[in-house]
């Protein structure tokens, strides 16, 4: 089979591989629709988890089974299903801490295009079927679809970090396709005033379909100062990080509210430290909560998800700005997040 590839740091191509096999619990999988996403970018282009050669890129798919395992109870060839980025072995000791995302160590549950070969080929492996994947919907369109295996998880993850609650002042930095869906999910979760922080039109205009109550542009002036000025000087209550090199945990901690919580969901690609100012975080006693988290995965987080589109909840087919037919068409995609024209929130490529 044949797949798009991270040769070595800061270089791609198209490669050939033995198509996968399903192992008894395992699935193969088909590529009916896959995105890139700027984590790929991070990936490829910063080195940002280390060197990989002629790993397949992609963790971003919805696609149809073509095998299954001979002890997997409810998928079988021909059903077509959503495939979530993190896809941990859920027979591991993380399980009972209550991390699956960490299954087997740090970061390990994200096995596409990390530890082994991702979505953007022919066939793709999936472990642990019955677990880690979920049937979709044949009225649920491939463009909404492929957003929930890492856009909505993530994003909403953000949100759930944040302890976000009604009536919450909340502050997305960063409104691409995951800033988007923390927005939306903020709104879904009862937040009172969102405050989206971006530049791009586009970006805006669906930040404000899902709910962002203001927008704050750095082309206006210092988005710190900003943010206290709509706040009257008493910072919000939870930040959502989801975008942004590691300084922007600085300004994630001025902003936030003695009390608050700071919820990263942003890959930090580069760098070495991330800062945090003594004076507001109260020389470390501000009581201002840090966290970051990798999203969720699994069935059950998919099926939840599906659940919200499938109900009008939300419509993340929304951020699709940019959809290519065929599989050769994935490096343009890719290309596109890396260059992140004032166009585009996400390319989606429909595989068949």
């Known amino acids: 089979m044949k797949g798009f ?23 193969v999988v088909k590529p ?38 001979d002890k997997v109870k409810d998928f079988k060839a ?33 096995k596409f295009s990390n530890i082994k070969d991702g979505v953007f080929a022919e066939f793709f492996h999936v472990n642990n ?9 044949e009225d649920i369109p491939l463009e909404a679809a492929v957003m929930i295996t890492d856009m909505m998880t993530t994003g909403f993850h953000g949100t759930e ?31 009172g005033r ?36 709509l706040t009257n000087g008493n910072g919000v209550d939870a930040t959502i990080i ?24 942003n890959y930090f690609g580069s760098g070495d430290n991330v800062p945090i100012p003594r004076a507001e975080w109260g020389c470390g006693m501000a009581h201002k909560t840090i966290t970051g988290g990798l999203c969720p995965g699994g069935r059950v987080r998919m099926e939840k998800l599906v659940e919200l589109i499938k109900y009008n909840r939300l419509d993340p087919a929304l951020m699709a700005t940019h959809v290519f037919k065929g599989l050769d068409k994935v490096e343009e995609a890719l290309m596109l997040m890396k260059d992140k024209p004032r166009d585009l929130i996400k390319p989606v490529v429909l595989v068949n």
């Open 5 to 27: 590839a991270m040769l070595k740091i800061g270089e791609t191509g198209w490669i050939e591989k033995e198509k996968p096999t399903a192992g008894e619990y395992d699935a």
């Open 129 to 137: 079927a019955d677990m880690n994947l979920a049937h979709l919907p």
């Open 32 to 69: 009916l629709a896959v995105s890139p996403c700027t984590s790929d970018i991070h990936t490829v282009f910063e080195g940002g988890v280390g060197e990989r050669h002629n790993m397949m890129l992609g963790h971003e798919a919805v696609g149809e089974v073509v095998e299954v395992g």
């Open 194 to 229: 969102i405050i989206a922080v971006g530049s791009r039109p586009v970006c805006i205009d669906v930040a404000q379909k899902y709910g962002a109550t203001d927008i704050v542009s750095y082309k206006n002036g210092d988005t710190v100062e900003q943010i206290m000025e």
């Open 78 to 110: 021909g059903d077509r299903v959503v495939v979530p980025a993190i896809t941990p072995d859920w027979n591991t000791r993380e399980i009972q801490n209550g991390r699956h995302q960490h299954s087997g160590g740090m970061l390990a549950g994200w």
């Open 242 to 265: 989801a975008g942004g090199s590691v300084e922007i945990a600085s300004s994630a901690v001025k902003i936030t509210a003695p009390n608050g919580t700071i919820a990263n969901i």
């Open 161 to 191: 970090m944040a302890d976000v609650q009604f009536g919450d002042t909340v502050a997305v930095i960063g409104i691409g396709p995951v800033g988007l869906m923390a927005v939306a999910s903020a709104n879904l979760r009862g937040a």
